[in-house]
């Protein structure tokens, strides 16, 4: 009877801590889960993407080629990213970036490493079909952090609004990147962080 009574307290124990521990495995993962809704403009080529750590803008496939400034874009085909495509390339953002950016190019600081600060850029996300078939969203980044001090001393982006266009900048370091995923394959390619001068 004594050992029926020991057994049953260890059950409880271990189906105690087995609860625990699905309970903040599933509180870890829906903390690092980002809401995305998105909305429509003013601009009938343009979609707005409000999510709970950042913001950013969809360029339908509407939206003038000659105005993407990508190459090739005039030659390729182009289709306007759904929610759903958007989430899906978030996630492959945040799984992949560190590794891609391991030599942190342009990048001369931890403070500075674009993995780290995901959440401090205004995202443009323009949707490709490559020679493949597949379905690839270009994702550009603009710093959107700009303290008041940074204000004070003329440093903003007048660009970090839903209708603005899509926009290259030169030079600016770690503050301008962009990157591409592949939605079919699920990788992330093409990283390019900007110069300074």
């Known amino acids: 009877m004594f050992g029926f009574g020991t057994c049953g307290k260890t059950n409880v124990v271990g189906n105690m801590t087995k609860l625990a521990v699905t309970i903040l495995t599933l509180t870890l993962f829906l903390s690092c889960k980002t809401t995305i809704e998105t909305l429509q403009t003013s601009d009938p080529n343009k979609i707005g993407v409000n999510a709970n750590k950042f913001r950013g803008t969809i360029f339908k496939s509407t939206y003038p080629g000659d105005k993407l400034f990508i190459q090739p874009a005039d030659t390729l085909n182009r ?19 560190e590794s ?7 990048q001369f600081r931890k403070g500075q490493y674009i993995d780290k600060n995901l959440n401090k850029y205004f995202r443009q996300y323009i949707g ?3 020679e493949q078939g597949d379905s690839t969203i270009y994702l550009n980044f603009h710093w959107d952090r700009f303290t008041f001090t940074d204000r004070i001393k003329g440093y903003w982006d007048d660009r970090l609004k839903y209708t603005s266009d899509f926009s290259i900048v030169f030079d600016g370091g770690s503050r301008y990147w962009s990157v591409s995923v592949n939605l079919n394959t699920k990788k992330l390619f093409g990283l390019s962080v900007n110069g300074v001068a």
């Open 100 to 106: 891609l950016n391991n030599r942190h190019i342009n």
């Open 79 to 97: 289709f306007t990213p759904t929610k759903a495509d958007i989430e899906l390339a978030e996630t492959i953002l945040k799984t992949q970036i």
């Open 128 to 130: 490709f079909i490559n």
